[in-house]
Nanobody, 115 residues
Framework: QVQLVESGGGLVQSGGSLRLSCAASGRISGLWPMGWYRQFPGKERELVAAIIPNGIVRYADSVEGRSTISREKAKNTVHLQMNSLKPEDTAVYYC?????????WGQGTQVTVSS
């Protein structure tokens, strides 16, 4: 069973930075696409950033230029560095891995940006 363990959320002031981390554990071999999504109250989950095994990354327009997703070498462990945070970035952030045609999710971590 594959599980995703997230860390790094919290409260930060507007303009500040946070680094979210996510590690896949369990019986998993090889590298798989991973990403971070976020969910606002009453809204559907939306992509923030994603990275595939060959290193290609993709960002939502709303975070482009302010965020960087990276993967630890040869691991299903990713980090999302978010800078210049805004109150509108406040949401629950979820780690995702697309493993064997399944979408697996972490438990979610709250990010709150105060104005």
């Amino acid at each position: 069973q594959v599980q995703l363990v997230e860390s790094g959320g919290g409260l930060v002031q507007s303009g500040g930075s946070l680094r979210l981390s996510c590690a896949a554990s369990g019986r998993i071999s090889g590298l798989w696409p991973m990403g971070w999504y976020r969910q606002f109250p009453g809204k559907e989950r939306e992509l923030v950033a994603a990275i595939i095994p060959n290193g290609i990354v993709r960002y939502a327009d709303s975070v482009e230029g302010r965020s960087t997703i990276s993967r630890e070498k040869a691991k299903n462990t990713v980090h999302l560095q978010m800078n210049s945070l805004k109150p509108e970035d406040t949401a629950v952030y979820y780690c995702n891995i697309k493993y064997l045609q399944r979408n697996l999710w972490g438990q979610g971590t709250q990010v709150t940006v105060s104005s």
